[in-house]
């Protein structure tokens, strides 16, 4: 991903089609500019409103106006409403780096701040604004797009599907027992600022490494860590990092504890953020945890389905586990996803797209040769090799290895026969995971 591409999905013009849509609904799109303080205060009020938030003081406003630069921020406004500055819909995207199997990378349309007003609801403005975008984002040649969702069931119709679920665990600390190894760095408490120096380039290390992991979009350390002007409750964080012996820190913890009032010695441990480049920080931070003193509970949410953790305490019942849709894909380009990640093994399969929205429908040839490498070209029904039928969105779901072609083949979701090839092909080692929401 480099500044040009950032610079030209930016700079991508607004989708004629979207335009026309919305105004013959009186309605008008807009980009806000990064120089626009006005439209910008406008936009962020309406996201917070949409998302059922407060009013924004001036403090909050600066900071997104800081903060929300390099993102490509849609407004639709009426101008017959009675404070036209604020927008009735709004949509932000912006170019990312998906790791996907392999590993290796891929850039996204990342999207986020989906809002239409509940004065404006339900006349399609949410469905013109995502189709316009994906269209703009596909001529400025990004091949997939991805979001976090507030409800499951908004973006199928658009070809995204759940492609890494996330599993919210709630530890009975005491009754785990930890059977992990004992690892032979140091845990420390540090400033927040200082852990706030040190997660992000060991993020960008280990999110190299985990399909389902995107750029850390602009902005969300200082959230995290509680280090933005507008940052509430910062004194309730806490701040660990794991040193090996060898003195590289290669973990990185934020939590805070709620007191139980009925027990002092059960209180909660939320881990807000768990941050481990290898397997002996991890075990190293989670052994810390584990073994706090007065703690009862521990929760940690946005942990991918197959945690280590499980097999480092002796009482897997210890752990209530909700696995949830996480992080959703769609795939816009389907030569270029499909060439970008890497494959279990060798073959052969043809993949027949159904995609209402036009943009991956087809019939193409994947052939995979020994390295796992894919090459994809178009097919036809002479071409010869097992075939499998499914739409954009079975595609996009199977995309990162997070489910299975066969599981959704027995679902009734994708048929063909080539299922059995495919669903070996698309294999991942790793469950994909994303460790936030944006
Ligand atoms: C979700 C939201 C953006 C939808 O906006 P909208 O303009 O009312 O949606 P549209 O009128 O364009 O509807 C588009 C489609 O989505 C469906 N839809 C809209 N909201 C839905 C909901 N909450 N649940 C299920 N389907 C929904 C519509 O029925 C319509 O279906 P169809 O076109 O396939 O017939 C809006 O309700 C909102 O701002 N919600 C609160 C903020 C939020 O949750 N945003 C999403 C963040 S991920």
């Known amino acids: ?58 403090v909050q406003r600066q900071a997104a ?84 969702v507030s409800e499951s069931t908004l ?22 027992g930890w059977i992990g190894p004992v690892s032979p760095g140091r845990v420390d408490f540090v400033p927040r600022v200082d852990a706030r120096v040190l997660i992000e380039p060991l993020y960008d290390r280990v999110r190299l490494a985990r399909p389902g992991e995107i750029t850390m979009p602009a902005g969300h350390w200082d959230r995290f860590l509680r280090t933005r002007p507008d940052s509430e409750k910062g004194e309730e964080l806490r701040t660990v990092v794991y040193t090996t012996v060898a003195g590289e820190v290669t973990g990185v913890a934020l939590y805070s504890v709620t007191e139980s009032h009925d027990d002092f010695a059960r209180s909660t441990l939320e881990v807000v953020y768990l941050l481990a480049l290898d397997d002996e920080s991890y075990a190293g931070l989670w052994r810390f945890f584990l073994e706090m003193d007065l703690i009862g509970w521990i929760e940690a949410t946005e942990l991918s389905v197959d945690e280590p953790l499980l097999w480092m305490i002796a009482d897997q019942r210890a752990a209530q586990r909700t696995v949830r849709d996480h992080h959703y894909v769609r795939i816009l380009d389907v030569v270029a996803a499909l060439e970008a990640r890497r494959y279990s093994g060798a073959g052969r399969v043809v993949i027949e797209i159904a995609d209402p929205l036009g943009f991956a429908a087809g019939r193409v040839l994947l052939d995979v040769d020994g390295r ?57 080692p790793q469950a994909p995971r994303l460790s936030f929401w944006y």
Do not use: C
């Open 372 to 428: 796992g490498v894919g090459s994809v070209r178009p097919a036809d029904a002479t071409t010869d090799a097992p075939s499998l039928r499914l739409g954009i969105a079975e595609l996009s779901a199977a995309y990162l290895g997070g489910v299975r072609l066969a599981t959704l083949a027995a679902a009734g979701r994708v048929t063909g026969d080539g299922v059995a090839a495919a669903s070996a092909l698309f294999a991942a």
């Open 65 to 148: 106006f800081d903060g929300l630069r390099a993102r490509r921020r849609l407004g639709v406004y009426d101008d017959s409403a009675p404070v036209p500055g604020t927008p009735v819909a709004t949509f932000a995207s912006w170019l990312a780096e998906l790791t996907v199997p392999g590993p290796a990378l891929i850039d996204t349309a990342a999207i986020s701040s989906v809002t239409v007003a509940p004065t404006h609801r339900r006349r399609g403005l949410a469905r013109a604004m995502m189709e316009g975008e994906l269209r703009a984002a596909a001529s400025a040649g990004v091949p997939v797009a991805t979001l976090t």
């Open 1 to 58: 991903m480099n500044d040009t591409a950032v610079a030209a999905f930016l700079a991508a013009p607004l989708d004629e089609r979207q335009a026309r849509r919305l105004s013959d609904l009186g309605l008008r799109a807009d980009l806000v500019t990064d120089e626009d303080r006005a439209a910008s205060d406008g936009w962020i009020e309406a996201v917070s409103r949409g998302f059922l938030g407060t009013e924004r003081s001036e």
């Open 155 to 176: 973006y199928g119709r658009y070809g995204f599907a759940p492609a890494a679920e996330a599993a919210h665990w709630r530890i009975e600390a005491k009754r785990a």
